[in-house]
């Protein structure tokens, strides 16, 4: 079982940047196991895949819409992922949520994920 808390989410102005942390409390030999990945859901809408990482860290895949503006990482001596969000828009404003899963791969849909955290606010003002 893996259980995940997101954190470094809050209020800042447009063209400001974040750094959310994702927290796995699983046995750090299997972290590296795991492929993670951010997700958001703003009101109204559906969940969005943001970026994705694999078990090692070598491998990394964005959505368009945040391309060249963040970054993910993971430290898996810590069992913690990061996404360094920089040149924030006011489009970037939701409910950001990590997710990982066993797996070699770098799943980019929200279905593909097995274990979720609750997520945390992210809002850009204009």
């Known amino acids: 079982q893996v259980q995940l808390v997101e954190s470094g989410g809050g209020l800042v102005q447009a063209g400001g940047s974040l750094r959310l942390s994702c927290g796995a409390s699983v046995r750090t030999f299997t972290f590296s196991s795991y492929a993670m990945g951010w997700f958001r859901q703003a009101p109204g809408q559906e969940r969005d895949f943001v970026a994705a990482?694999?078990?090692?860290?070598?491998?990394?895949h964005y959505s368009d819409s945040v391309k060249g503006r963040f970054t993910i990482s993971r430290d898996n001596a810590e069992n913690t992922m990061y996404l360094q969000m920089n040149s924030l828009k006011s489009e970037d404003t939701a409910v950001y949520s990590c997710?990982?899963?066993?797996?070699?791969?770098?799943?980019?849909?929200?279905?593909?994920?097995?274990?979720w955290g609750q997520g945390t606010q992210v809002t850009v003002s204009s």
């Open positions: 997710a990982a899963v066993r797996t070699f791969g770098v799943p980019g849909t929200d279905r593909e994920y097995d274990y």
């Open positions: 990482i694999s078990g090692s860290g070598r491998r990394t």
